[in-house]
């Protein structure tokens, strides 16, 4: 009576332990898969930025924007932005290493 009892729990809790494996495992690919969403989605952005911030840096070579009018000033925080988010990024990647 008591051995029978014993293998019916032994029974229903492999059953339910097998079942929360299953379920885990099912959790853990979701997250893997979002992480590779965010690293791929971290990489597109840092690329962005270094591009933007190349072609700022082309744009500007001669230094033909002057702060003095309106198209310089907000050229010049355009690039402020873009150095500021290239700096960080790069910091970002240097510790990630």
Do not use: P
Request: aromatic content about 12%.
């Amino acid at each position: 009576m008591i051995a029978g009892l014993l293998i019916v729990l032994l029974l229903l809790l492999s059953i339910y332990l097998t079942f929360r494996v299953w379920y885990l495992a099912g959790a853990l690919a979701d997250a893997q898969d979002y992480i590779e969403d965010l690293e791929s989605t971290n990489q597109y952005m840092y690329d962005k930025i270094s591009r933007s911030y190349d072609a700022m840096q082309q744009i500007d070579r001669l230094g033909a924007f002057e702060s003095e009018d309106e198209a310089g000033t907000t050229f010049q925080l355009l690039k402020q932005v873009i150095e500021e988010l290239n700096e960080e990024f790069e910091n970002g990647t240097e510790e990630k290493k």
